[in-house]
Structures are given as C-alpha cells and as structure tokens.
C-alpha cells in the first residue's frame, strides 16, 4: 500500500512539473498576447520577422507581432501588431523592422509621432521602414571600396 501512495505522490509531481513549464513556454512565447490594440503595417520586406516578435519603443517591449501575411494585390508583406492597450501611440507614428541582434531576429520598433489623436484598432501606420540587410551593408562597403582611387 505504502509503494502506492509513493507512485501516486511521484505521478503528480512529474504531473505538476510538467505542467509548469508548459505554462512557462505558453507565457514566455508570447502566445495568449494576442489582445490589445491591433495595429497593421505594410513593409516591402520584412525579413524574417515572425508571430510573436516583439513590438518596442525606445527598447521597451509594448506588443507583438500576431499575424504576417502576403498581400496578393500589392505584393507586400502585411504585419499585424497587438499593442498593449495602455500605451496609446499618436497616429502618425512609424514603423521600422530592426534587428534585435548580430545573429539574427528582428522585431518592430515604433518611433512615435506628434499628432494629438491615437492609433485605434484596426488602425494603419502608413510610414513603414524595411530591415536593413547586414549581407547588403558589407558588399556595399566591400565593393565600395575602390571607387574613386586612382589605382
């Protein structure tokens, strides 16, 4: 009887362990964030940005990307955001896609306008900025080079 009770004791707490890092995963992903304003975007490019990339301003994460899809007219990437409900960003805010380090990810970061009416949901930010491509930059700078020598 006592081989049970230690069984069932282990059983749960795999059980629970389990479960917590399930939750861990599900909060640290971003998943049930999905709520909040949803903002859209046009790029020409987005350059790997993904569902669940971050959303910043100034640095500090205020959303996330929550949906990525071609648009088959334009011919464009279009990017819905979900922004925290408490931050309320003037409409004629732009968007750029940065990247969030060396090797690799991107994310959104919003530089904030003037005006005095806000971002509603459902709303467009119309002045978009695509990524920059660090293999762009170096053949630049690497083709670059010679022009203009004498050599």
């Known amino acids: 009887m006592k081989r049970n009770t230690i069984e069932t004791v282990m ?8 479960g917590g890092f399930l939750w861990l995963a599900y909060t640290a992903t971003g998943v049930q964030s999905s709520s909040g304003t949803r903002v859209m975007a046009q790029f020409g490019n987005i350059g790997g940005l993904g569902i669940g990339d971050d ?3 100034s640095g500090i994460a205020i959303g996330r990307v929550i949906a990525t ?24 805010s ?4 940065v990247a ?4 690799g990810g991107n994310h959104i970061e919003i530089l904030p306008g003037f005006e005095d009416d806000f971002l509603m949901d459902g709303d467009m930010i119309y002045d978009t900025r695509d990524p920059v491509s660090l293999t762009d930059l170096i ?6 080079t010679g022009a203009g020598s004498d050599g």
């Open 11 to 18: 059983g749960a707490v795999v059980l629970l362990v389990a």
């Open 139 to 144: 053949g630049k700078a690497v083709f670059s």
């Open 94 to 97: 732009a968007a750029r896609i």
């Open 100 to 103: 969030s380090s060396l090797l």
């Open 69 to 92: 899809e071609l648009d088959k007219t334009k011919f464009s990437a279009s990017v819905t955001m979900a922004i925290d409900e408490s931050v309320s960003l003037p409409s004629d």
């Open 55 to 57: 959303v910043q301003v």
